[in-house]
Nanobody, 123 residues
Framework: QVQLVESGGGLVQTGGSLRLSCTASGLTFSAYAVGWFRQALGKEREFVAAVGWDARYTDFTDSVKGRFTISRDSAKNLVYLQMNSLRPEDTAVYYC????????????????WGQGTQVTVSS
């Protein structure tokens, strides 16, 4: 069974840090690009970050550049999203998603999704 499971969310104060993990099972993870998306209450899901299947390439939405990093350990079927200098506007449910081949910022391009993890940043 193909599955992605996110973990590491929680409540943090403004300026704090969290590291989200995305654990994959049931797929050849090293062949998949992975993206992180988020959805705040009442808003559409938006792209946050992505990493290519071989980790050579990454991409970030402008609002998180310089604050978030993405990395992967394909041997452990893990992708991490390190979030620093968190702001209240980062509050959302964060989802990881996977797709074979090149990464994309478009959510429609991802075929496998996790269930999400809540990140809340208090002011």
């Amino acid at each position: 069974q193909v599955q992605l499971v996110e973990s590491g969310g929680g409540l943090v104060q403004t300026g704090g840090s969290l590291r989200l993990s995305c654990t994959a099972s049931g797929l050849t993870f090293s062949a998949y690009a992975v993206g992180w998306f988020r959805q705040a209450l009442g808003k559409e899901r938006e792209f946050v970050a992505a990493v290519g299947w071989d980790a050579r390439y990454t991409d970030f939405t402008d609002s998180v550049k310089g604050r978030f990093t993405i990395s992967r350990d394909s041997a452990k079927n893990l992708v991490y999203l390190q979030m620093n200098s968190l702001r209240p506007e980062d509050t959302a449910v964060y989802y990881c998603a996977a797709r074979r081949g090149a990464m994309t910022t478009q959510s429609a391009g991802y075929s496998v999704w996790g269930q999400g993890t809540q990140v809340t940043v208090s002011s």
